[in-house]
């Protein structure tokens, strides 16, 4: 009898300590997610790139930026988010990610080839990749919706995209951190 109340005692414990470390998430923790799905879109460019590169279409598609914000829109009011954040945050996403284009862009034009890679489909492949990500991304902003209403959200957003850039080492003035930064500028409510 006097080790089932030892064994409750344990599970208990542990229990409590689980709740606890869930409790102790730092705000750059809960925001590391948000960064990491950010970076993880500004990726995709590059295939955005090539794929622009090889049908030689612009990297202004103004339609589907529209869309894609619309979208983005109606899917993150379903989820109580303000609508013109979600406007404003996606346009920043997006304009991030052209960076990234017309800089990978005008280096191959200078260098006068793309690198070796074979035929990317936008439509097909890399826009429900992108989709995919922002469902992730309204998911993220829903959930550190309290976070990033914080009076230290931009040191914490700037600490949660530092800590990206060191494990990916990547240097702060490189064009992944300077479009990272951009892509996640305005996250934190005023």
């Not at 869930?22 to 799905?37: F, H, I, K, M, R």
């Not at 829109?73 to 284009?101: C, H, M, P, W, Y």
């Not at 993220?140 to 850039?165: F, H, I, M, Q, W």
């Amino acid at each position: 009898m006097h080790t089932r109340y030892v064994k409750q005692a344990i599970a208990g414990a542990i229990l409590m300590a689980s709740i606890n470390t869930a409790y102790t998430q730092t705000a750059v923790d809960s925001l590391q997610p948000l960064v990491e799905l950010s970076a993880r879109r500004l990726t995709v460019a590059q295939q955005v790139a090539l794929s622009k590169w090889d049908s030689g279409t612009p990297v202004q598609d103004s339609p589907r930026e529209a869309k894609v914000i619309a979208d983005a829109v109606r899917d993150g009011a379903a989820k109580g988010l303000d609508q013109t954040f979600l406007s404003n945050f996606f346009k920043d996403q997006i304009e991030a990610n052209k960076t990234v284009q017309y800089s990978l862009l005008a280096t191959w034009h200078r260098a006068g080839d793309a690198p070796t890679h074979s035929r990317i489909d936008l439509v097909a492949t890399i826009r429900p990749e992108l989709d995919q990500i922002q469902t992730s991304l309204l998911k993220e902003l829903a959930d550190t919706e309290k976070t990033r209403s914080s009076p230290s959200c931009k040191t914490d957003l700037a600490n949660a995209v530092g800590r990206y850039l060191s494990a990916h080492k990547i240097a702060p003035v490189s064009l992944q951190a300077i479009t990272l930064d951009r892509s996640v500028a305005e996250v934190c409510k005023p």
